[in-house]
């Protein structure tokens, strides 16, 4: 049975932009394998993604609401009304994937674009003269977590299409220079005022909409605005507790380690991530090598003086 996208992010087919996107980060907290218990996190973080990258996106939400579990087929073609075909930008790079062909007048957005090219003759025939605003266009770009909390500048290349002033469809390219502003969000939205598609007569360009994906690395995971990342530590340090550097997107800090804490412990440093998100170092307790005999001594005289057993509590007194 088909999943209903609604019901795995737990809002209803009214629920808002906003509201969306809140109940995605706190699922995607839940459920990302890197920091969740759960069994099938790794399968429900999956569903949970699936789910937000259709009802995030206004026009295929718009399907998804219209054809249910068969919206895909309804795009024909990979053609969406009203933007520009969604495209990843790598980090450093320049080129968009090109749009795919338009597929002719025989899908359902060509059905939109005649409707919409009729609409606009009898309106020239009424008063001899058409204005219509063009369209709003979407796309995505990807950065740095540096890049993302520091600001930079990327170039877009990328293709879209729209009507022509005879009503057909045409393909058009357009390659701008962006802002990525200091401290943008991860899948936050910039607005570029009017570097849309065109208007025809007195109506206004649309926008531009631009999604920034802020990437993960190796060191650092991204989870909604949140930053995650695994640091070791050794037995002493964990035991005693230590002050100790610790590499961040920023430099390096310096972090307390409070004394008697075990492995995999999350401490967090607040309003340290992206865009309000928090900064998460799990620490990791790593033991040192024991090859030569001096170091094997060591480890028998702790077994011998501390007397501990870590399988007490599972095998009873």
Known sequence: MAQDYYALLGVSKTTTDAEIKKAYRKLA?????DVSTEANAE??????????????????RKLYDQYGEHWEQAKQGGFQQGGAHRSHQ???????????????????????????????????????????????????VEV?????????????????????????????????????????????QIRLKAQGGSAMGAGKKGDLYLEVIVKSTKQYKVVGNDIYTHIPVAPWEAALGADILIPTPLGKLKLKVPAHIQSG??????????????????????????????????????AEDMAFDPRKDLLGA
């Open 43 to 60: 399968e429900k973080f999956k569903e949970v993604q699936d789910a937000y990258d259709v009802l995030k996106d206004s026009e295929k």
């Open 29 to 33: 907290k839940k459920y990302h394998p």
């Open 265 to 302: 412990k999350k401490m967090r440093l607040k309003d340290k991530g992206l865009h309000g998100g928090d900064f998460y170092v799990v620490l990791d307790v790593i033991l040192p090598p024991a090859v030569s005999e001096t170091q094997k001594a060591h480890y028998q005289k702790m």
């Open 144 to 188: 740095s977590i540096e890049d993302a909390l520091n600001g930079a500048e990327r170039e877009l290349h990328f293709s879209y299409q729209e009507l022509d002033e005879s009503g057909h469809v045409v393909e058009k390219t357009k390659r701008l220079k962006v802002k990525i502003p200091k401290g943008v969000g991860n899948h936050q």
């Open 90 to 140: 790598g980090f450093g790079s320049s080129g968009f994937q090109q749009g795919q062909d338009f597929g002719g007048y025989e899908d359902i957005f060509g059905e939109f674009f005649r409707q919409q090219h009729h609409q606009r003759s009898e309106r020239q025939s009424q008063s001899g003269a058409f204005n219509m605003d063009g369209q709003d266009l979407h796309t995505k």
